[in-house]
Antibody
Framework: QVQLQESGPGLVRPSETLSLTCSLS????????WSWVRQPAGKGLEWIGQ???????KYNPSLKSRVTMSVDESKNQFYLRLTSVTAADTAVYYC?????????WGQGTPVTVSS | EIVLTQSPGTLSLSPGERATLSCRAS???????LAWYQQKPGQAPRLLIH???SRASGIPQRFRGSGSGTDFTLTISRLEPEDFAVYYC?????????FGGGTKVEIK
């Protein structure tokens, strides 16, 4: 069963770019869909977007102008870039397997946007 | 974008009781595109139900999903101590996936 692990800086300054990595073990990033979901402290879940290993993407319309997702099959990883961050982007960020529903999740990585 | 509204916000019940959680969509959702998750403090969400009524691997039979169109329900037949948590519904639409605001099931 695939396991996912997020990694990246826990602190990002306002207006800068948030970059996160999701590393897979026990499965291949190829031939499947992968997603990012975030959750501000004490609040609900927000879908950020999805990517297929061969490169097709779909993003949340509310974030679309700032989001880029990519995959590196050689490293068995996929990535999230979120530009021009503000305090509103402070949240726990999860990577997940799936697109219609999310059958496996990483443990989450907290990201704080602050100067 | 389809908005999902969950009710009640909080459900106070005792172990052994039946829990009924509601998820209402702002427009019709395909039955194959509705899922439920359980989240405990400090943990990632866990998939319980997909395709409205199909239990995910390892999920006990006391969890049952039902519904169609704009009204969906998660029923926990007899609450076990480990079932006290927050539950989210989620739909997959053509433009975006969205989650409901969650229902917290707490011990009465």
């Amino acid at each position: 069963q695939v396991q996912l692990q997020e990694s990246g800086p826990g602190l990002v300054r306002p207006s800068e770019t948030l970059s996160l990595t999701c590393s897979l073990s026990g499965g291949s990033v190829s031939f499947y869909y992968w997603s990012w979901v975030r959750q501000p402290a004490g609040k609900g879940l927000e879908w950020i977007g999805q990517i297929y290993a061969r490169g097709s993407t779909k993003y949340n319309p509310s974030l679309k102008s700032r989001v880029t997702m990519s995959v590196d099959e050689s490293k068995n990883q996929f990535y999230l870039r979120l530009t021009s961050v503000t305090a509103a982007d402070t949240a726990v960020y999860y990577c997940a397997k799936g697109v219609i529903y999310f059958e496996a999740w990483g443990q989450g990585t907290p990201v704080t946007v602050s100067s | 974008e389809i908005v999902l509204t969950q009710s009640p916000g909080t459900l106070s019940l005792s172990p052994g009781e039946r829990a009924t959680l509601s998820c209402r969509a702002s427009q019709s959702v395909s039955s194959s595109n509705l899922a439920w998750y359980q989240q405990k403090p400090g943990q990632a969400p866990r998939l319980l139900i997909h395709d409205t009524s199909s239990r995910a691997s390892g999920i006990p039979q006391r969890f049952r999903g039902s519904g169609s169109g704009t009204d969906f329900t998660l029923t926990i037949s007899r609450l076990e101590p480990e079932d006290f948590a927050v539950y989210y519904c989620q739909q997959s639409g053509s433009s975006a996936n969205t989650f409901g605001g969650g229902t917290k099931v707490e011990i009465k």
